[in-house]
T-cell receptor, first 114, second 116 residues
Framework: AQSVTQPDIHITVSEGASLELRCNYS??????LFWYVQSPGQGLQLLLK??????LVQGIKGFEAEFKRSQSSFNLRKPSVHWSDAAEYFC????????????FGKGTHLIIQP | KAGVTQTPRYLIKTRGQQVTLSCSPI?????VSWYQQTPGQGLQFLFE???????NKGNFPGRFSGRQFSNSRSEMNVSTLELGDSALYLC???????????????FGPGTRLTVT
């Protein structure tokens, strides 16, 4: 069965600083990888996805992620964070036709310091 | 296009009661998935419906059930509520793209269920 690990439960970053959120997955075949963001009291918004091809994917709100098969990682990055980026971030893996549902990591809570 | 809508947004129920939550997918999306989100367990897959058929189900007891209608709207039902069922229940819809193995899912705002 597939699994996703987000090693950092909380991360604090100063506004304007760069950000990297870590995600490691476990799956025997080619994974389909996603990053979602959740603001308090809200549903999940898709930031970006990796299905195949270029391993560096661009998403919304200035985020990007890099798929590294050798490290089983799909880390999320942003060069300069804004106070509005404070939220919960989830990495997820999808397999087999979509009917099996997404498997999510436990999430990383991002705090932005002024 | 309107996004995924879920009703009601908030619900308070008593142990032993049953509850029905509703989800309207994005227009044209035929797949609807349900997830439970709790602080302890995180986001967990409940089940997925496509064209009125349940294609897969997560590891939840039979008290959790769902259905999908011909217009792709979906409902989930929880019978004999327990305190541990208190959670945010999220619905997600996705389109079916020919040749695509996994389709991206778009989430609704969720229904916050509190069981007392």
């Amino acid at each position: 069965a597939q699994s996703v690990t987000q090693p950092d439960i909380h991360i604090t970053v100063s506004e304007g600083a760069s950000l990297e959120l870590r995600c490691n997955y476990s799956y025997g075949a080619t994974p389909y990888l996603f990053w979602y963001v959740q603001s308090p009291g809200q549903g999940l918004q898709l930031l970006l996805k990796y299905f195949s091809g270029d391993t560096l994917v661009q998403g919304i709100k200035g985020f990007e992620a890099e798929f590294k098969r050798s490290q089983s990682s799909f880390n999320l990055r942003k060069p300069s964070v804004h106070w509005s980026d404070a939220a919960e971030y989830f990495c997820a893996v999808g397999v087999g036709g979509g009917a099996d549902g997404l498997t999510f990591g436990k999430g990383t809570h991002l705090i932005i310091q002024p | 296009k309107a996004g995924v809508t879920q009703t009601p947004r908030y619900l308070i129920k008593t142990r032993g009661q049953q509850v029905t939550l509703s989800c309207s997918p994005i227009s044209g999306h035929r797949s609807v998935s349900w997830y439970q989100q709790t602080p302890g367990q995180g986001l967990q897959f409940l089940f997925e419906y496509f064209s009125e058929t349940q294609r897969n189900k997560g590891n939840f007891p039979g008290r959790f059930s769902g259905r999908q209608f011909s217009n792709s709207r979906s409902e989930m039902n929880v019978s004999t509520l327990e305190l541990g069922d208190s959670a945010l229940y999220l619905c997600a819809s996705s389109s079916t793209v020919v040749g695509s193995v996994v389709n991206e899912q778009y989430f609704g705002p969720g229904t916050r269920l509190t069981v007392t």
